[in-house]
């Protein structure tokens, strides 16, 4: 297994707190990802990172920030947690090649009530 | 507008049969096609993948086709195993520097044993 680690794993708050979730790898690789999966609209991109301090937005930005001050962790921040941020998100790593998969993490459900 | 499409949200066969999970696309642009197999509770995991030089890659019993002037691409598993009961997702990725996959919003295979 590719070595990402997302944390937590599960996770329960309510609308309008901030949430920060991990993802954290051990493969020194340069492409970190945020994805999120919901019924009906597979994964999609919600930010990612081609090096450190270095992102950029998906196609389901808004509401979501991300941070990366070292290679190896890349947060994704919920500032103020709405119902609709409620899924399962996944973390993925990549080599930067177009060619080459991209490996992704177990997840973290979060539940917003 | 979504760019990668998989129309049958769900599949049932029966072991030792094939298993074929299709995938459209609508973007001329994406060069290099990826199948990755999700289990309950874990993230998804690689399969299989195939450049848009190619029209079809094998890897043991998983074998993906590409037809490029109808923008479709084809799983076949053959033969099906119990084990193989997944979601299976297909991604699209275009060589314009950024990396992104575009996922379809997956198929439920179950192979009955």
């Known amino acids: 297994d590719a070595g990402i680690t997302q944390s937590p794993r599960h996770k329960v708050t309510e609308t309008g707190t901030p949430v920060t979730l991990r993802c954290h790898q051990t493969?020194?690789?340069?492409?970190m990802y945020w994805y999120r999966q919901d019924p009906g609209h597979g994964l999609r991109l919600i930010h990612y990172?081609?090096?450190?301090?270095?992102?950029d937005k998906g196609e389901v930005s808004d509401g979501y920030s991300v941070s990366r001050s070292k290679t190896e962790d890349f947060l994704l921040t919920l500032e103020s947690a709405t119902s609709s941020q409620t899924s399962v998100y996944f973390c993925a790593i990549g080599t930067g090649y177009s060619n080459q998969p991209q490996h992704f993490g177990d997840g973290t459900r979060l539940s917003i009530l | 507008d979504q760019q990668v499409k998989q129309n049958s949200p769900s599949l049932s066969v029966q072991e030792g049969r094939i298993s074929i999970l299709n995938c459209d696309y609508t973007?001329?642009?994406?060069?290099?096609f990826l199948w990755y197999k999700k289990y309950p509770a874990e993230g998804p995991t690689f399969l299989i993948s195939?450049?848009?030089?190619?029209d079809k890659n094998e890897d043991g019993r998983f074998t993906v086709f590409l037809n490029k002037s109808a923008k479709h691409l084809s799983l076949h598993i053959v033969p099906s195993q119990p084990g193989d009961s997944a979601v299976y997702f297909c991604a699209a990725s275009a060589e314009s520097g950024t990396y992104k996959y575009i996922f379809g919003t997956g198929t439920r295979l179950k192979v009955l044993a």
């Open positions: 990172s081609y090096g450190v301090k270095d992102t």
């Open positions: 195939i450049s848009s030089i190619k």
């Open positions: 493969e020194n690789h340069r492409y």
């Open positions: 973007n001329s642009m994406f060069d290099y």
